[in-house]
């Protein structure tokens, strides 16, 4: 059948998909050979992936490119051997069939040895240095021919070709080379080559520059964009004379849509060659170097795997942009699911983006290398302008994503799939929740305030409360005429997965108007948070588990669900869900959805058993995620387990790699905090996480069957991390060169530096911010007391110090709670009259509790909080961990409804004969918190005001004045 679709669209034509194949015209193709089982690694070392043959197209010399390994910048990438270069950000081609503009290579290099066909070829990508090699032997000779893209000069495409004398041989070595450049461009005018030699001083042989324009724009107001070559001409043959033992050639591409970057780089390359011709070979290998080193997934045991991580480490990294390069990256125009160095027309999405950047390749690349997950947001942030258009043809407010984008951020899926087109709308909200994620890490205020990720939360979030229709039947919102990732369903509604990611997305949007220091309820205003708390998520009562989409129970479809869909309101939307209905989901998805789909949607899988504890399944479904699609030699994914489908698949890749971190790593981002339940993949000794990236510290996480190690490699000042064994309560400061051990056991990480910003409603139902409480039965309180209950949110929020009993570990606090109660009781309390008492190890401690009048209430503050800090602070200051609990134990409180949003926090003192004790020490330091407000009097029932240049306490004509430890503005007298 003849073909003029892409990978995707051909594949679901192919399975009965959603997309309809259109008239045939042009070239047909025969069916996809699948690669042949000869192509073997032979390489023992994880990061070298190493064979004497190449993939090729049936018993023919003609290399099978579909599984050709790639070199790349994140600039440009070429498949080896191949004739073609694409550059990030080229595209030719009218809306709908824009596709990745060819550029044919001057770097398609091969060689022979003069005299010896028979030359032993051995092939090899070392993903460490991010190098292709193939090493020609004889019994006189090695020659290396290298090809890489350089990782610091990123407009570089380079060759080199060494020749190593070897034995008692004298001759005379000749290599003869020759370029593989293919037929002239399709996309591309090109301008006559012009010989430029004249201009440089330092050619290696002739150099050559040639320019041009894409021939077709996606859209009329778009201009044709140039690219400008500059290179050095490849020599029909190279020779080793003699008297020499080996010698080096260089040959060089730069390539740039901007002429200065690429002429900038060609010269300088020349010069660095002319002082040392080893010189860019070293700088690449040492900007490698330091990629690596900033982080990644290692394993320990199984170099099966370990060669599928990091090639697939490999291939992510190559296509993402350079680190501190040596001219500034261009513009990155994300991520195509077949990566840089695919996407021609009717192939490989024509280089398009899709969801697939956001929710697959996204979160482990965020979690080592936060600096690129910023380059992929910076995409979204650039094409803002075509998706408010997108919206408003629509007729709703705020920014609608295209399903398919490329060079200009217009709809670029083309009319053979006008329901994807139309209806997956689910792909704003996979943006917003990367969006959510980025902040969640990086706390990274500045892009949110400077470079638009505000605005992009707030209008993605003002997109979906005006897309919904009102039910007044149900009282609901609906968001009808949709298509879920399992594309099966074209235009159902209420799709399960779209609706949760428009709540997490209005959601977080009021956080992150919060911590950009916006008026949250203003920019993100109550009535948008009211249709979001309404729009309805189909939940079946009876079976306790999500529905697809409203009516799912009575659709049939006989190729069952296409691939992960409702599964992903668990991890990676962690929507609140109790385990048996996580566990529902998991069994009802798992028998309908397509064995023949996508690799991630078992990594999906794997990771939902294993947040539940069914190691045994979650093993076998992680397999599934990787094993049928990787091919050999170069460990090439494909889309499909048949082969067809878009490569290099880096998607699978993406979702390969979170089944590690996210799955057997446990980890789960928070919007303050991250949680790790960590195992170890059977069969190995352990999983580590080089480089682990939060809030600007890099963490190495060693998890073995026994043990977990924590070493924190680079420290941040402005966020200090604290580890938290969940279990136990223990707690270790993350100190930069200190390693922490503790047992393979849950824990999280956090900073002490807790925000005022109250957390996304999401997270609050599942009651993820407040501190781990101590219950009374810890400190063997007694029980037996008749206390006042309330049921009214607290205005006052009371901080007064117990007076007596420091502790500062768990033993001595419970014994010191216990006197604090017998004595409380003693002097006419029926309890302790503190609802929570924290120690100066941080721990927080049940007093009377939640919905309990404190028991030193006046009838003027019945509807107040009482927090004991165990110890004498009326000279001590708190310590930061009682500080960061008291923090989390108020922002807990407002979520949960306990403590009013618009609270008062004063301090609670007493009086000594007939005069007012000075405030506490601690109380000078909470004066400069947002709430703050006073102090009270207890035993007088009175309410006095701090001032400026003291702490002023009167009561007629009394006045006890506290020496303030930390300025703050005065407040009005009362």
Not at 130 to 150: K, M
Not at 907 to 928: I, K, S
Request: proline share 6%.
């Amino acid at each position: 059948m003849c073909r003029i679709m892409s990978d995707r669209h051909w594949m679901e034509y192919q399975r009965g998909g959603p997309y309809t194949a259109p008239r045939c015209s042009g070239e047909c193709f025969s069916p996809i050979p699948k690669p042949a089982s000869q192509y073997e690694d032979i390489s023992n070392d994880p990061t070298v992936f190493q064979t004497d043959s190449l993939p090729r197209k049936g018993n023919s010399d003609e290399i099978d490119f579909r599984y050709m390994t790639s070199v790349s910048n994140g600039h440009l990438a070429t498949l080896v051997y191949s004739p073609t270069v694409y550059l990030n950000g080229l595209y030719n081609g009218p809306t709908g069939w824009s596709h990745r503009a060819r550029i044919p290579s001057t770097q398609a290099l091969t060689a022979n040895i003069s005299g010896h066909p028979d030359a032993k070829r051995l092939y090899a990508l070392d993903v460490k240095r991010g190098v292709f090699e193939e090493t020609l032997t004889t019994p006189t000779s090695r020659v290396i021919l290298r090809l890489y893209a350089h990782q610091y000069y990123t407009r570089l495409l380079v060759s080199e070709v060494t020749v190593h004398r070897m034995g008692d041989n004298s001759d005379t070595i000749t290599v003869t080379l020759a370029n593989h450049p293919g037929e002239p461009s399709t996309d591309i005018n090109f301008q006559p080559e012009v010989d430029i030699s004249g201009e440089f001083q330092n050619c290696l042989s002739e150099c050559h520059y040639q320019t041009g324009v894409t021939l077709v724009t996606e859209s009329n107001t778009t201009d044709p964009r140039s690219v400008h070559i500059y290179n050095t001409m490849v020599q029909e043959s190279v020779a080793l004379p003699a008297a020499v033992t080996n010698k080096t050639w260089v040959f060089l591409s730069s390539i740039d849509m901007f002429d200065e970057y690429a002429k900038g780089t060609f010269k300088k390359a020349l010069d660095l060659l002319k002082d040392d011709i080893n010189a860019l070979y070293t700088s690449h290998v040492e900007a490698w170097s330091k990629r690596w080193a900033r982080g990644h997934i290692e394993i320990d045991g199984d170099t099966y795997l370990s060669k599928r991580i990091y090639g697939s480490f490999y291939y992510l990294l190559s296509f993402l942009p350079a680190f501190d390069p040596y001219i500034k990256n261009n513009q990155f125009y994300g991520l195509s699911p077949g990566g840089l160095a695919n996407g021609a027309n009717w192939t490989d999405y024509q280089g398009h983006v899709f969801w697939d950047m956001e929710t697959w390749m996204y979160p482990t690349m965020l979690m080592f290398h936060p600096e690129l997950a910023k380059d992929m947001l910076s995409y979204r942030t650039y094409a803002m302008g075509p998706a408010y258009e997108r919206a408003a043809e629509g007729g709703y407010e705020g920014l609608r994503f295209p399903w398919e984008s490329a060079l200009t951020g217009v709809e670029q899926t083309p009319d053979i799939c006008v329901p994807c087109r139309e209806n997956q709308l689910h792909i704003t909200g996979d943006i917003g929740l990367a969006a959510r994620q980025y902040v969640t890490v990086t706390r990274d205020v500045d892009w949110l305030q400077r470079e638009k990720g505000f605005q992009m939360l707030r209008d993605m979030a003002n997109f979906w409360v005006t897309r919904p229709t009102y039910d007044k039947e149900r009282d609901t919102y609906s968001i009808n005429g949709v298509m879920p990732p399992d594309e099966h369903a074209q235009s159902i509604n209420n799709s399960a997965y779209t609706n949760v990611g428009a709540k997490l997305s209005v959601y977080f949007a009021r956080y992150a108007a919060c911590l950009a220091g916006e008026n949250a309820t203003g920019v993100v205003p109550d009535s948008w948070v009211d249709v979001i708390d309404r729009l309805f998520v189909p939940f079946n009562e009876e079976k306790q588990y999500h529905p697809e989409f409203e009516g799912f129970e009575d659709w049939t479809d006989e190729r069952g669900v296409k691939q992960a869909d409702t599964i992903l309101l668990g991890y990676p939307q962690m929507w609140p869900m109790t385990s048996e209905v996580r566990r529902n989901d998991l069994v009802t998805y798992e028998k309908v959805t397509n064995p023949l789909g996508p690799a991630m949607t078992w990594g999906m899988f794997a990771i939902g058993w294993l947040e539940l504890g069914d190691e045994h399944t979650a093993h076998e479904l992680f397999h599934r995620s990787y094993s049928p699609y990787v091919r050999e030699p170069f460990k090439i994914w494909t889309e499909a387990r048949s082969g067809i489908g878009a490569v290099n698949f880096i998607t699978g890749m993406g979702g390969f790699l979170q089944a590690l971190f996210f799955g057997y790593g446990g980890t789960r981002i928070f919007t303050e905090h991250m949680e790790f339940d960590p195992r170890v993949p059977p069969g190995n000794k352990a999983l580590k996480f080089i480089g682990t990236n939060y809030l600007g510290n890099s963490l190495d996480i060693e998890i073995y069957t026994k043990k977990v190690i924590v070493i924190t490699r680079e420290a941040s000042t402005e966020y200090p991390l604290i580890l938290r064994v969940t279990g136990t309560g223990a707690e270790h400061w993350l100190r930069q060169g200190k390693e922490i051990v503790i047992g393979r056991v849950p824990f999280s990480i956090r900073t002490h530096k807790v925000t005022d910003c109250l957390l996304p409603k999401d997270e609050v139902l599942r009651g993820k911010n407040c501190p781990h409480i101590i219950a009374r039965s810890a400190w063997k309180a007694d029980n037996e007391y008749a206390t006042q209950p309330t049921s009214a949110a607290a205005d006052y929020v009371v901080v007064d110090h117990t007076a007596w009993g420091m502790c500062t570990d768990l033993a001595t606090c419970t014994r010191a709670i216990k006197h604090i109660q017998d004595w409380h009781q003693k002097i006419g309390y029926p309890d302790i009259a503190y609802n929570f008492l924290i120690g100066e190890d941080g721990r927080l401690y049940e007093g009377r509790g939640w919905d309990v009048v404190p028991g030193n209430a006046t009838d003027r503050s019945q509807e107040s909080l009482s927090i004991g800090l165990v110890g004498v602070f009326r000279c001590k200051p708190a310590n930061v961990r009682i500080q960061e609990t008291l923090q989390r134990l108020i922002k807990c409180g407002v979520e949960l409804g306990k403590i009013n949003t618009d609270y008062h926090l004063v301090g609670g003192t007493g009086v000594e004969g007939d005069m007012p004790t000075v405030p506490l020490a601690v109380h000078c330091q909470l004066r400069t918190w947002k709430h703050w407000v006073r102090y009270i009097l207890e035993a007088l029932g009175e309410i006095f005001i701090g001032r400026t240049s003291g702490v002023t306490i009167r009561r007629g004509t009394t006045v006890v004045t506290c020496l303030v430890m930390m300025p703050r503005p005065p407040f009005p007298e009362g």
